[in-house]
Every structure is written in C-alpha cells, then in structure tokens.
C-alpha cells in the first residue's frame, strides 16, 4: 500500500533549536494532517490543513499545505524536552472511505 | 467525554485463537476505523464504517473481520490469529460532514502478540 515518504526518520536535537520536518507523496491529497505520538498512546492531532498553499500555527508548531497538494511540511520552534515523541504526517481524500494515508514518522529527541 | 476507548491494553495470542478488540465512542460520530501499528511504519486502514450496519474494507482487510450494530461501538475480531497479526492496533472516530470524514481522535491502542 502507499505511505507518505516522511523525512527524516529521526532527529536528535538540542532544547531551544528549531526542527523541520516533510512528507511528500506522488498523490494528491485534499487534506493533510500532523500527529504526535507519546508512547504507549495513539496518535494526536497537532494541525489540519484544508487548503493549497494554506499556512497553519498552532503554538510553536507551523505547518503548510504545499501548493502542488502532494507534499507538507511541519516547524517546530525553540524545542523543549516535552517536544520528544514520534511525528506523522497523514494525507486524506474524501472520496477514498476518508482513509488516512500515513507517513513513516519521525522520531524526535530533544537533549535538555 | 472519554472520547475513543479500546479494551483490552495488551494481549498474548497463540496462533490460531480467537479474540476482539473493543472500541467505543462517546462523541456519537458516525465515522469510526481500525488502523495497525508495525514498527518503523506509519499506521495502515484494516476496516473502516461510515454508521451503523455499514463497513468497508481498508488496505490490510485480510484476517480481519468487523460489525457496527450501534453508533458507538467498532469491534475488530480475528478469527484465527497468526504471527504476521502481532501490531498495535489503534480505533479512531471522526464526524461526517459535508466535505466527507472530519478530524479522526485515536483510541490508545492495544498491543497485541500472536506466538
């Protein structure tokens, strides 16, 4: 089945840095979404992008819907230790049982 | 609102039980979907439903069987567990509107091992 390319896998960082995050598909979406992770839990919702070119914050955390509706990406900014956890972008069409197509993750650590 | 609940936490299997994983919403959304969990992936469709007594098959349907006789429960039953089933295994249920399914909340998953 298809999945996301999401990159990178993993990320080592130290507190206060920025960190970039993507995810690229060779399908179009209409919706893309990204997801923390803490272990041992489900997924939970951080952004919902609804639109091409749309640019979303939520807190520290920046998102935008690329123009060409095939990729994402995700900012987190001045990271602290709370920030640790898995991230997944997800792609969504309507019209495909609203089926959420994910990403690999990328697992951030963040060095107090 | 307890939101999306999924029972049990972890199981152990051997190879060729039988057994269901609960889910159950409280937020009365008619979409609800069962997604697994493999290491170093993202999460994958199994089944989904769009209300009760209707369900669809996901990605990775095969080995896998599910009903909606009410809005809020989703049970996913395996009939005959093998070890290619170990995952974790994730409820998710979202609102129907317009523009299709809405914003999907996740359960906390269940592990499963099947040995």
């Known amino acids: 089945g298809q999945q996301l390319n999401q990159s990178p896998q993993s990320m080592f960082i130290q507190e206060g840095e920025d960190v970039s995050m993507n995810c690229t598909s060779s399908?179009?979406?209409?919706?893309w979404l990204w997801y923390k992770q803490d272990p041992g839990e489900g997924p939970v919702l951080l952004i919902a992008?609804?639109?091409?070119?749309e640019l979303t914050s939520n807190g520290r955390l920046t998102a935008q819907f690329g123009i060409t509706r095939k990729d994402s990406f995700l900012n987190i900014s001045a990271s602290i230790p709370s920030d640790v956890g898995i991230y997944f972008c997800?792609?969504?069409?309507?019209?495909?049982?609203?089926?959420?197509?994910f990403g690999g993750g990328t697992r951030l650590m963040v060095k107090p | 609102n307890a939101g999306v609940t999924q029972t049990p936490k972890f199981q152990v299997l051997k190879t060729g039980q039988s057994m269901t994983l609960q889910c159950a919403q409280d937020?009365?959304?008619?979409?609800m979907s069962w997604y697994r969990q493999d290491p170093g992936m993202g999460l994958r469709l199994i089944h989904y439903?769009?209300?009760?007594?209707?369900?669809d098959q996901g990605e990775v349907p095969n080995g896998y069987n599910v009903s909606r006789s009410t809005t809020e429960d989703f049970p996913l039953r395996l009939l005959s567990a093998a070890p290619s089933q170990t995952s974790v295994y994730f409820c998710?249920?979202?609102?129907?509107?317009?523009?299709?399914?809405?914003?999907?909340?996740f359960g906390p998953g269940t592990r499963l091992t099947v040995l």
């Open positions: 937020m009365n959304h008619e979409y």
């Open positions: 992008l609804y639109k091409a070119g």
């Open positions: 439903s769009v209300g009760a007594g209707i369900t």
């Open positions: 997800a792609g969504q069409n309507n019209n495909a049982g609203n089926m959420l197509t």
């Open positions: 399908s179009i979406f209409n919706t």
């Open positions: 998710a249920s979202s609102y129907v509107g317009l523009a299709g399914a809405d914003t999907q909340y």
